[in-house]
């Protein structure tokens, strides 16, 4: 692989000059079914319906899809909440073609809820998925809460919202790279969405990121890197210090390093891919969430503000995972998210993009509120001590949430 590093090297250095469209972006979204008894639905038959009009493809779990968009300009950004509404409504109509006479429901949040969801194996058959379940079965089991998970299951349970961001150079990827770091604290505080999981309300806020970290060991949480990328070549030398025996190549290590935040080399452009989000139950909630990010890097490095600490960065992400808005550190989150929040507006403005969705995120940090929060509420007002009636209401009010566009505040 040493020639190959040495030719991405080369590359960036000649790139160092060109100008691509900034801020041009990716959306990809994961999702699960359920039946209304909360017992996980084979996603593939729908695959292949959505198929015929979206690019959907299957997950690590069988009950899991993804649905992935072209890359769209930022001055299109409404595009995405009209794509969106689309893809939901023929996503209705396609689940009733092809499961007839079973209820079955399209469920958008960053854990699976069901309580079945670790009784079987369900991987999908794909010789990655399979390496990935047989490499995982030597972790040891994960300890939550008094509760144990098998570290080769944990990915058939979670699901992501990924963003995908293109710098016009190497030395604007970077700067991208090192701002958005500063962003994952706030990003799951307001974002997250999983605190129902596989059948139980946790008391962590963010237990799929708990999860999934160590399920993952070494390979995936915030980037274990010492410093900020001062180049985009000291990216590279952090992806390639770690080693994945199924890797065949550098794309292939990149693909597998499943931090928060990466940097994606595997197309003529450069790009960064942040990973930390829930699936965002509703478009307008998933677009608030571009409009932060859009804003606030083009504001902050426009202006060359002053990058917070990675230690401290650290710190605030896990405290998030524990408490939420609970959460103690030497900073005050809420007060770090409303600062952010008040950039990215003035970054949107200085693009001419307005500001059409942000407000959801204003409104859930002044109500300190989040989708994991709106959620466990309505766990405690609707359990009756019967966890599958309960899940199964839950996620039919969240699916009614998600076609009709109403955000979860």
């Known amino acids: 692989m040493a020639d190959q590093y040495l030719e991405l090297k080369k590359r960036i250095q000649d790139d160092h000059q060109r100008i691509d469209e900034s801020y041009r972006m990716g959306v990809e979204v994961e999702a699960c079914l359920l039946d209304d008894k909360a017992q996980p639905v084979n996603a593939h038959p729908l695959i292949k319906e959505l198929c015929s009009k979206y690019d959907v493809d299957s997950e690590y779990g069988k009950c899991q899809f993804e649905i992935r ?51 079987r194996k369900y991987i999908t058959n794909k010789e990655r998925y399979h390496a ?51 962003l994952i604290p706030s990003a799951l505080l307001i974002g997250s ?75 003529e452009y450069y790009r960064v891919e942040t990973r930390i989000m829930s699936v965002q139950p509703t478009p307008k909630e998933m677009v608030a969430m571009i409009e932060f ?3 606030f890097l083009y504001r902050s490095i426009m202006e060359n503000k002053p990058l917070r600490p990675l230690s401290s960065i650290r710190e605030e992400r896990m405290a998030v995972i524990r408490s939420g808005y609970e959460a103690r550190t030497h900073f005050d989150i809420s ?54 009636q309960t899940v199964s209401e839950i996620i039919q009010h969240v699916w009614e949430k998600t076609k009709s566009n109403s955000p979860l505040l």
Do not use: C
Request: proline letters at 5%; a positive charge; zero cysteines.
């Open 69 to 119: 968009t072209d890359p769209i300009s930022m001055h299109n950004l409404s595009s995405i909440n009209s794509f969106f509404e689309g893809f939901l409504d023929f996503l209705s109509i396609s689940v009733k073609k092809v499961y007839k006479n079973r209820n079955v429901i399209p469920v958008f949040l960053g854990g699976n809820p069901s309580p079945y969801i670790f009784k």
């Open 132 to 182: 990935l379940y047989n490499e995982q079965r030597k972790i040891p089991d994960i300890e939550l809460e008094g509760q144990k998970f098998k570290a080769r299951d944990i990915a058939t349970a979670i699901q992501g919202f990924h963003l995908h961001l293109q710098g016009k150079n190497p030395i604007y990827t970077t700067s991208m790279f090192n701002y958005i770091l500063n």
């Open 193 to 267: 969405n999983s605190r129902l999981f596989a059948g139980r309300l946790f008391s962590l806020y963010a237990p799929r990121i708990y999860l999934y970290n160590h399920s993952e060991q070494q390979t995936s949480g915030f980037p274990a890197l010492p410093r900020y990328l001062d180049k985009l070549e000291d990216y590279i030398d952090y992806i390639t210090s770690g080693t994945r025996p199924n890797a065949k190549d550098y794309f292939g290590l990149e693909k597998d390093r499943h931090d928060d935040l990466r940097i994606r080399l595997n197309s």
């Open 293 to 295: 990010f859009i804003g």
């Open 335 to 388: 007060e770090t998210v409303r600062s952010q929040l008040d950039v990215a507006k003035k970054g949107l403005t200085d693009l001419g993009l307005g500001s059409e969705f942000i407000g959801i995120l204003d409104k859930r940090l002044n109500n300190k509120t989040s989708p994991a929060i709106y959620v466990s509420r309505l766990w405690e007002k609707t359990y009756n001590g019967n966890v599958t």
